[in-house]
T-cell receptor
């Protein structure tokens, strides 16, 4: 199946720093979603984006649906230790595909 | 919000046996559910789309005779791994969508074939 290119692959940051990750695709999507997955668990939805150019926030998280409909980014402000995990983007047109994931480590 | 229940969370089986994994949508109906497979430190790979009352749609490279999917009701889809082998050991996750809630995922099933 198709996968989306997500970067960076991993990040090690100090607590309090901001985080930025992005996702790109060769195909356009109607929906972009961002998920967080903890070890041994299923992904949990963080933010859903349904329109090109849309900028949506959820607490310290902000995500945008790229104008070209081929990309999206997620920002986390003022990171805290519980932000640790793997973040996945997902794009949906007729089907639903995941990005390659960004592993985030927050150092207290 | 929408809740998807997946069972079992962990299963260990002997090589050659079959294992069934259940995915239930709680408090909502899902005409379509999705099954994913995830290897350690990798992303989720879509295996198949489960359609209520009709045949599942499998992704390229996924053996439909090995990974049997049944979506007999609007709240239940099952994935049966038939004649399991060690290489089938993986984390299997289902998902379903309810209205505008986006796609909700089950908590996953860790399958270990020994």
């Amino acid at each position: 199946g198709q996968q989306l290119n997500q970067s960076p692959q991993s990040m090690f940051i100090q607590e309090g720093e901001d985080v930025s990750m992005n996702c790109t695709s060769s195909s356009i999507f109607n929906t972009w979603l961002w998920y967080k997955q903890d070890p041994g668990e299923g992904p949990v939805l963080l933010i859903a984006l349904y329109k090109a150019g849309e900028l949506t926030s959820n607490g310290r998280l902000t995500a945008q649906f790229g104008i070209t409909r081929k990309d999206s980014f997620l920002n986390i402000s003022a990171s805290i230790p519980s932000d640790v995990g793997i973040y996945f983007c997902a794009g949906q047109l007729h089907q639903f595909y995941f990005g390659t994931g960004t592993s985030l480590t927050v150092i207290p | 919000g929408a809740v998807v229940s997946q069972h079992p969370s962990r299963v260990i089986c002997k090589s050659g046996t079959s294992v069934k994994i259940e995915c239930r949508s709680l408090d909502f109906q899902a005409t379509t559910m999705f099954w994913y497979r995830q290897f350690p430190k990798q992303s989720l790979m879509l295996m198949a789309t489960s359609n209520e009352g009709s045949k599942a749609t499998y992704e390229q490279g996924v053996e439909k005779d090995k990974f049997l999917i049944n979506h007999a009701s609007l709240t239940l889809s099952t994935l049966t791994v038939t004649s399991a082998h060690p290489e089938d050991s993986s984390f299997y996750i289902c998902s379903a969508r309810e209205g505008d809630y986006g796609y909700t995922f089950g908590s996953g099933t860790r399958l270990t074939v020994v």
